[in-house]
C-alpha cells in the first residue's frame, strides 16, 4: 500500500519561504516521477513541480521556476518543495502525487498516488 504524507505547510508572509516534505512508503519508487501538485480555492489543480527519482531530472512550472526547487532523499524516501519569495497568489493547497509514467508529466490524470495534501498560506 503506497503511503504519501506531506507536512511543513503553514502561514507565511509574503517574501518568506517553506519547506514541505512528502515522504512515501509501501514500494521501492526508483521507478517513479515525484511531483507536487496545488489547488486554490475555485481553480483547477495544477502542476508545480516534479522529480524523476532514478536520475534526479526535474520538471518545474514556469510560475514558480527560480524560486521553488525539489528534491530528494533518498535514504529516508522524502521528497521535498522548498518555497522561497512566495508570493499570495503561491497560497494553496499542496498536494504530494507519484506515478510510473513517462512523459506528461504535468497532467495530473496520470499520477497514481496521492498525499492528503497539505495548506500553505501567503499572507500579502
Known amino acids: 500500500q503506497v503511503q504519501l504524507v506531506e507536512s511543513g505547510g503553514g502561514l507565511v508572509q509574503a517574501g518568506g519561504s517553506l519547506r514541505l516534505s512528502c515522504a512515501a512508503s509501501?514500494?521501492?519508487?526508483?521507478?517513479?516521477?515525484m511531483s507536487w501538485f496545488r489547488q486554490a480555492p475555485g481553480k483547477e489543480r495544477e502542476f508545480v513541480a516534479g522529480?524523476?527519482?532514478?536520475?534526479?531530472?526535474?520538471y518545474y512550472a514556469d510560475s514558480v521556476r527560480g524560486r521553488f526547487t525539489i528534491s530528494r532523499d533518498n535514504a529516508k524516501n522524502v521528497v521535498y518543495l522548498q518555497m522561497n519569495s512566495l508570493k499570495p497568489e503561491d497560497t494553496a493547497v499542496y498536494y504530494c502525487?507519484?506515478?510510473?509514467?513517462?512523459?506528461?508529466?504535468?497532467?495530473?490524470?496520470?499520477?497514481?498516488?496521492w498525499g492528503q495534501g497539505t495548506q500553505v498560506t501567503v499572507s500579502s
Open positions: 502525487a507519484a506515478g510510473t509514467f513517462a512523459g506528461g508529466e504535468m497532467w495530473d490524470k496520470l499520477y497514481n498516488y
Open positions: 509501501g514500494r521501492t519508487f526508483s521507478n517513479y516521477i
Open positions: 522529480l524523476r527519482w532514478s536520475g534526479g531530472r526535474t
